[in-house]
């Protein structure tokens, strides 16, 4: 009698380790001066710290994390669409409610328009306070709100 097949195990790593931690994030952008005011408001009121900087990038860290913008010339559209596949948003962690309401306030006039307004703060069901904003570009971020004790 033929046994069942195995699945391979699951290799769970120790908090502690890089081994399945992210690295970095990329993110190719249209226009690079374009996109800077809105993302740089948004990473360093979060408080990722300019990382790189050169003429056709920038990035912002948090820890052993960073986040590149850069205007590459391969680009193929001039703008990002969330629905095609790939990436469809970033979600950060962005302090309490009131941090994400804060950030929600201000996005506006920043570049940033709030998505889902209807069901805002809770577009992500009702135990999940989370903003979804897009920027000028097509680019989604979900500012999660850490739960409520």
């Given at each position: 009698m033929a046994s069942a097949p195995t699945r391979p195990r699951a290799v769970v790593a120790e908090p502690?380790?890089?081994?399945a931690g992210?690295?970095?994030?990329?993110l190719w952008v249209p226009d690079l001066a374009g996109s800077l005011p809105a993302w740089r408001w948004l990473l360093e009121s979060m408080g990722w710290q300019p990382f790189q900087?050169?003429?056709?990038?920038?990035?912002?860290?948090?820890?052993?994390v960073y986040v590149v913008m850069e205007q590459s010339p391969a680009l193929t559209a001039d703008r990002h669409e969330r629905r095609r596949p790939g990436l469809n948003h970033l979600a950060f962690h962005a302090g309490d409610p009131s941090d994400v309401?804060?950030?929600?306030?201000?996005?506006?006039?920043?570049?940033w328009t709030l998505m889902f307004a209807d069901r805002h703060p809770y577009a992500g069901g009702p135990d999940h306070y989370a903003?979804?904003?897009e920027d000028g570009y097509g680019f989604e971020v979900e500012l999660v709100a850490s739960e409520r004790d």
């Open positions: 502690a380790s890089r081994a992210l690295h970095h994030v990329e900087d050169w003429d056709a990038g920038k990035s912002w860290r948090l820890g052993d309401d804060t950030l929600v306030r201000a996005a506006p006039e920043h570049g903003a979804y904003l």
